[in-house]
């Protein structure tokens, strides 16, 4: 208390249930503990209210720095916190330094994908069209279909639940789909569980592409074929970049951006259709 410093780094989440979430704070504690530093979580459940009592706890225990993972409406009380401030996967402040996936290169080659194996009708489940990594995503993957004349029916879904009957639905009035990207691991494996109810085989009449590489992608009951999000990389960086400014090393506002790679498994096809579309493809 007397030196006001307690080698504690916060952690705002909205959520720790979700794949994704539960792998990136693994990843950011493995980096915290190695710099002598504890990680407290707080997991806002993208509640508001939440969220300014977890700010007010901030203040009192002397929290050395703080991440923010969650999507917030609000950003002067993280700009009037005195402490340094970074946020994970999502940019809400010139002011605040970002350590993020290049979600716009990862919609980029989820759409080349799905053009590179011979997709014409595309649905997108998107999750929530007001966040920023869903938009960024959508941007990359809406440009190069753009760039090919193909057209894209969108359709947004909850990130952790999606409604298994939407999707379906979503289906059935575009029955002749035959490529289908979606925004989350998540929202990929229930697309593949409405797409076996209805009859449909993958990839061989629809192809299924998710985002983020999560541990169970590789072991769903069709392997997925995704966009890996470097999680590891995203917990090393985020780190590097509070510890600096926790210990004035570092005072600029940087923006990272890690770079995302396709995954090939097999709910995509193999066959290429135009091979001069899959340059930059990792």
């Known amino acids: 208390l007397f030196k006001k410093k307690s080698n504690i780094v916060g952690l705002i989440v909205p959520h720790i249930s979700t ?3 539960a792998e990136l704070i693994e990843s950011l504690e493995d980096a915290i503990t190695s710099a002598g530093y504890k990680l407290m979580i707080f997991n806002s459940k993208d509640d508001v209210e939440l969220e300014k009592k977890y700010i007010n706890v901030l203040n009192q225990y002397n929290i050395d720095g703080l991440i923010l993972v969650a999507n917030t409406n609000s950003v002067i009380p993280y700009l009037n916190l005195k402490i340094p401030v970074i946020t994970i996967d999502h940019i809400i402040d010139e002011k605040i330094p970002s350590i993020s ?13 799905l053009i590179e194996c011979g997709a014409k009708k595309i ?37 952790r639940k999606p409604d298994i009957e939407d999707i379906e639905m979503f289906i059935k009035k575009n029955p002749d789909v035959d490529g289908i990207f979606c925004s989350s691991d998540i929202i990929a494996f229930y697309v593949i569980s409405a797409l076996k109810r209805l009859g449909y085989s993958i990839p061989e009449d629809v192809q299924v592409i998710g985002f983020d590489n999560t541990q169970d992608a590789k072991n769903f009951s069709v392997p997925l074929t995704t966009i890996d999000t470097d ?13 600096n400014r926790i210990k004035y090393i570092e005072d600029t506002n940087r923006v990272i951006h890690i770079k995302t790679s396709s995954i090939f498994r097999a709910t995509t096809k193999w066959k290429t259709y135009y091979p001069f579309i899959i340059i930059g493809i990792s």
């Open 19 to 21: 794949y994704f979430f």
């Open 101 to 113: 996936s290049d979600n716009v290169q990862g919609g980029e080659l989820a759409a080349r994908k």
């Open 123 to 159: 649905i997108h489940f998107r999750g929530p069209s007001d966040l920023i990594t869903v938009i960024d995503r959508s941007r990359g993957f809406y440009q190069v279909m753009d760039d090919a004349n193909i057209d894209v029916y969108s359709f947004d879904l909850d990130f």
């Open 231 to 243: 999680k590891e990389l995203l917990g090393k960086e985020g780190i590097v970049t509070l510890l």
